[in-house]
Each structure stands twice: as structure tokens, then as C-alpha cells.
């Protein structure tokens, strides 16, 4: 129940009477002076969002304050002052729209307003109740033709029906002339499968007893075949056997004399060949104050001349130290270009010298190794994650039998030292360089 109803200070408002009020209240709401406080802020807003915010406290505020109430009637007479003017105190004519008139009795109270008042509210009671009447009626003729659509559809679903019946029980009259058919020759061929059955059978004993030889001939042969392959593998074993100990032999002689000849040059301490004719006259040339070329005829370990003299002897070992040599030779270049540029050097060498040749390079804090195309006659190594490239010389050091010549190209004095001890020679990366650049 709302305020309106509530109230004693008039009669009780039907829900359609106070919608009304509300709606024309909120219409007609800024016009009103002065407004109440509780919808000053309502009356901002649009007509319909102030009946729909402010509606209860609209509501409550006509049924509790006469002078709001007055006020509001006397603006709602000016937006309905057709109904207004023809209103005679509390009598108004019969064509008058009953809520309008409703509304505006409520809110301006002539008096003797309570019997207009009822008159109309009995008049809206009577317009809803032929509204609902009519409202019916037209529901009622709204069902009437949707059950005779239904029952129209019915009839033509029977009639679709009758002839589906129809249909299904000639296709099933066809269907029994068909499996009857169908029988028959099923029965024929089971016949005729049990002839093949028995003529089979006799088949298939003959069948057997081919087999059988046949299975007894092949294990023969497969005997047979082992045989001759047992014999061709004793055949290629000792044949193997052969050539193996014919090549030892030799291998074993020409390491002998390698060997012999080896120790031969470390018996007589025979010392690397330093000094040429030209020193002397170099000697005299400086002594006059006559300027020469340093370093001409060098055999230190940064000179040329000292890898070159290495790499002439027979079944040298080379091993360099690439990004040692390549940062000395083009310390400006990226890895990549140093590393291509040294191994095409190299291959020059290589091919010159025929010195079996392996270029390590220090890839130990690299999760990839990088992609190289090793020239012919040299392998290109990439220390593993976590190994320097000089542990990785080392152990190629290691690993080759003592008197072969063994040449480290480095200018790592530690490696130098290490590799030494171990029988190996080594040069500088200047030697190498210089000799790529010839």
C-alpha cells in the first residue's frame, strides 16, 4: 500500500490513478515553487527518469504535504486546461477523459470533490473492465482461429499420414516378395558353399602332403645355405686376418725408421738451422752505419722462417690456437670474418706443406657451436661448454705418441710452457701470421 493510500487526508487512489499523478507531477516538477528538499535533486532530470527516481518520494510527499499537493495542481491545470476550464467546481462533463479528471480532482479538492472523485473513479473502473472485456474477446477469437489453423493441420497430417500408411504397407508387401527371393538363394549358395566345402577338403589334404615336401626340401636348403655362408665369413676372416698383419708389419717398420730417425736427430742434438751467408756482410753494413732491414733471417719463435723449417719436416703435427692467431692478425674484425679469413690462409699452407693440421677455437661460454666450412686438409675444433680451446690443445698434445713433430701455434706463454714439457714445439701467432701474408 503506498503513502497515497494510506493517508487520511483522502480517499484511497487506484494504482492506475497514481501512476498518473506520478508522471504528471514529475512533468510538470521544475514548475513548482518552491520544491520540497527531498526532490530538488530530482528535478534535474528528465520527465521520465524523475517519475522513475523520484517517484516514491513524489507519492509520499502528495499524500503527506497539502501545499506541495496544491502547488502541483495548480501547475497540472495548466498542462490540462482544456479539462480544467470545463471543470465546474466539482461537477465536470461526462466526455471528460475519468483519469485525467481523476488526477485533477485529487489534486485540487473543490469541494463536494468525493462524489466527482467516485464518479470517476467508478467510471475508469468501468473503462478497465470493458478494455478487459474487449481484450478478452479478442484473446477468444485469437485462440478460435488458431484451433481451427491446428485443427486444418491436423486433417492434412491425417491425410499425409493414410498415405504414408499406404505407402509403407506396399514397400512392405515388396519387402516380403524380396526376402522370400532372397531366402532362396541364400539356400542355394549354402548348397552349393558345401559342395565347394567337400571338394576343398579333398584339395587340401593333396595340399598338405606338397607342403610338407616342400618344407622338408627347404630346411635342406637352408642347411645348405648356412653352410656355404659359414664358410664365405671363415673365408673373408682369414683373408682380413691376412692383410691386417701385412699392413702391421709395415706400419710397424716404417714407425720403427720414423722412430730410429727421430732419435737419431735428439742423439746428435742436432739444432734448428740458424744464421745464411748474407750475416756477415749484414754485420759489416752495420758496423759502417749503413741501415739494414731488422729481423731479416730471424729463427725466434715469431719468425716465418722457424714454422716454415717445422712444416717442412715429414709427418708434422700442426695445431693452432685460432682465435689466438686471428685476434693477432685482424684483432678489428668480428670473430666470424677472423675465423673465415685465418682457415682460407691456412688451407694455403695446408696444401703446400701436406702437415696433417687441426685449428681449435674457444667456444666454452657458447651454448651452439657456430657453423664452419673446414677447407681440405684441416679440422676445425670448437672447445666444449665450460673447456677453454687451450685444455683442448693440450690434450691433443697428450694424445700424440712422443718423437713426432708436433708444432702449437700460440702466443699464450702458459700454453707454451705446458705444451713444451709435453714433447711439442711451438711458434708464435706472428710466425703464422707471417706466413699468411706472404
Not at 26 to 54: I, Q
Not at 236 to 244: F, G, M, S, V, W
Not at 382 to 410: H, K, Q, W
Request: net charge neutral; proline share 6%.
Amino acid at each position: 500500500m503506498t503513502a497515497m493510500s494510506e493517508s487520511a487526508r483522502g480517499p484511497e487512489v487506484p494504482e492506475a490513478v497514481r501512476l498518473r499523478l506520478v508522471a504528471l507531477t514529475a512533468e510538470v516538477l521544475p514548475a513548482v515553487d518552491p520544491l520540497p528538499a527531498p526532490l530538488k535533486r530530482v528535478a534535474a532530470f528528465t520527465p521520465a527518469r524523475r517519475a522513475r527516481s523520484g517517484g516514491s518520494q513524489i507519492a509520499l510527499l502528495l499524500g503527506t504535504d497539502d501545499e506541495f499537493r496544491a502547488r502541483v495542481g495548480t501547475q497540472v491545470a495548466a498542462v490540462l486546461p482544456d479539462l480544467a476550464a470545463s471543470l465546474d467546481g466539482a461537477h465536470a462533463p461526462d466526455t471528460a477523459d475519468p483519469l485525467d479528471l481523476a488526477v485533477l480532482l485529487w489534486l485540487s479538492r473543490p469541494h463536494g470533490w468525493e462524489d466527482a472523485w467516485a464518479a470517476a473513479v467508478a467510471r475508469l473502473a468501468e473503462r478497465h473492465r470493458h478494455e478487459a472485456t474487449r481484450q478478452e474477446a479478442e484473446e477468444l477469437e485469437r485462440l478460435r482461429l488458431r484451433l481451427a489453423e491446428a485443427e486444418q493441420v491436423l486433417r492434412e497430417a491425417r491425410g499425409r499420414h493414410k498415405d504414408q500408411v499406404d505407402d509403407l504397407k506396399s514397400e512392405n508387401a515388396a519387402l516380403r516378395r524380396k526376402l522370400g527371393d532372397t531366402r532362396a538363394a541364400v539356400r542355394a549358395i549354402e548348397e552349393s558353399a558345401d559342395r565347394a566345402r567337400r571338394e576343398q577338403d579333398e584339395h587340401s589334404q593333396a595340399a598338405r602332403a606338397a607342403a610338407a615336401a616342400a618344407e622338408a626340401e627347404q630346411r635342406r636348403l637352408r642347411a645348405r645355405v648356412a653352410e656355404l655362408e659359414a664358410s664365405a665369413t671363415e673365408a673373408r676372416r682369414e683373408t682380413r686376418t691376412a692383410k691386417d698383419d701385412a699392413g702391421l708389419r709395415a706400419r710397424l717398420l716404417l714407425d720403427t725408421m720414423l722412430d730410429a730417425a727421430q732419435g737419431l736427430r735428439r742423439e746428435l742434438g742436432l739444432p734448428p738451422t740458424s744464421g745464411a751467408p748474407a750475416d756477415r756482410l749484414e754485420a759489416e753494413l752495420a758496423a759502417a752505419g749503413v741501415d739494414r732491414a731488422e729481423g731479416a733471417g730471424s729463427s725466434g719463435p715469431s719468425s716465418p722462417a722457424l714454422l716454415e723449417s717445422y712444416l717442412a719436416m715429414p709427418r708434422v703435427r700442426l695445431i693452432v690456437d685460432g682465435y689466438n692467431v686471428s685476434k693477432t692478425a685482424w684483432p678489428e674484425s668480428p670473430l666470424e670474418a677472423q675465423r673465415i679469413r685465418l682457415l682460407g690462409g691456412i688451407a694455403a699452407v695446408v696444401a703446400r706443406s701436406g702437415a696433417e693440421t687441426t685449428v681449435v677455437f674457444d667456444a666454452a661460454s657458447l651454448a651452439a657451436r657456430p657453423p664452419v666450412s673446414p677447407p681440405r686438409g684441416v679440422k676445425v675444433v670448437f672447445s666444449p661448454p665450460g673447456v677453454i680451446a687451450d685444455d683442448v690443445i693440450r690434450d691433443l698434445v697428450a694424445a700424440e705418441p712422443r718423437g713426432r713433430v708436433v708444432v702449437v701455434v700460440t702466443s699464450d706463454q702458459e700454453l707454451v710452457r705446458d705444451v713444451r714439457r709435453a714433447g711439442a714445439r711451438s711458434v708464435a701467432s706472428d710466425a703464422l701470421v707471417g706466413v699468411l701474408s706472404r
